[in-house]
C-alpha cells in the first residue's frame, strides 16, 4: 500500500473517529470547550456555516483542503461546533 494511500485511509479513520466522539457528547449532552481558533483557509466555511448551508460548507471545505466527503463533513461539524453554531 502507497504512503498516500495509508495517509487517506489514516484521515478517513481519523474524521470517522471525531465524527463519532462528536455523536457521543451530542448523546450525552456533554460540553466540550476548547479554544477554537479558525484557521484564514476556512473562512468561505464559516459564513457558509452562518448561512446555514452546510453542503455549501463542505463543498468549499473540500475544495480548499483536497480531502474527501466525510474528512470535509467532520471538519465542517467541528468549526460549527468551535464557533457555536
Known amino acids: 500500500m502507497s504512503v498516500e494511500i495509508q495517509i487517506q485511509a489514516a484521515r478517513e ?5 471525531e465524527a463519532e466522539v462528536h455523536f457521543l457528547y451530542k448523546h450525552f449532552g456533554v460540553t466540550f470547550v476548547s479554544t477554537f481558533e479558525l ?44 464557533l457555536g453554531l
Not at 13 to 17: E, G, N, S, Y
Not at 50 to 71: C, L, N
Open 39 to 82: 484557521d484564514p483557509a476556512d473562512k468561505e466555511v464559516a459564513e457558509f456555516l452562518k448561512k446555514k448551508d452546510e453542503m455549501k460548507a463542505i463543498t468549499a471545505y473540500r475544495a480548499i483542503h483536497q480531502v474527501s466527503f466525510s474528512e470535509a463533513k467532520a471538519a465542517v461539524d467541528e468549526i460549527r461546533i468551535g
Open 13 to 17: 479513520r481519523i474524521a470517522k473517529l
